[in-house]
């Protein structure tokens, strides 16, 4: 076996993106690990090679997502690559000042469906 297979990955906040050979963690399914995020991260310190959040970050209070990445960084190994991706905030500013309520509501609607 190649040890790219023993790498762990995994997949937080991963919602309806459920990456085959990641570990999808969620508070709802699918996933493979259900937990509340907000709790911490069930695993042990420095077992992670690679972290991936989409979208996850803007969900949280500024003092809960800080709490949130020192969880990231204890469960990561040394050189270990944590990928964020957030919303581009430059988007829906331009979008509101343009009063693009096809696009907010849009945005609104995909958040609530």
């Not at 809960?64 to 969880?71: I, K, S």
């Not at 430059?90 to 958040?111: H, N, S, T």
Request: proline letters at 4%; charged letters at 25%.
């Amino acid at each position: 076996m190649s040890q790219e297979s023993f790498l762990v990955k995994l997949n937080i906040g991963c919602g309806p993106q459920y990456k085959e050979g990641w570990i999808n963690v969620d508070r709802e399914l699918p996933c493979d690990v259900r937990t509340n995020l907000l709790q911490g991260l069930p695993f042990k310190d420095s077992c992670c090679d690679t972290t991936f959040l989409s979208h996850l970050l803007e969900h949280f209070s500024y003092q809960d997502a800080r709490d949130f990445l020192v969880e990231c960084n204890r469960i990561s190994k040394i050189d270990a690559l944590i990928r964020i991706i957030v919303p581009d905030l430059e988007i829906f500013a331009r979008k509101y000042v343009e009063k693009d309520k096809a696009f907010l509501m849009g945005f609104v609607l995909r958040e609530i469906l």
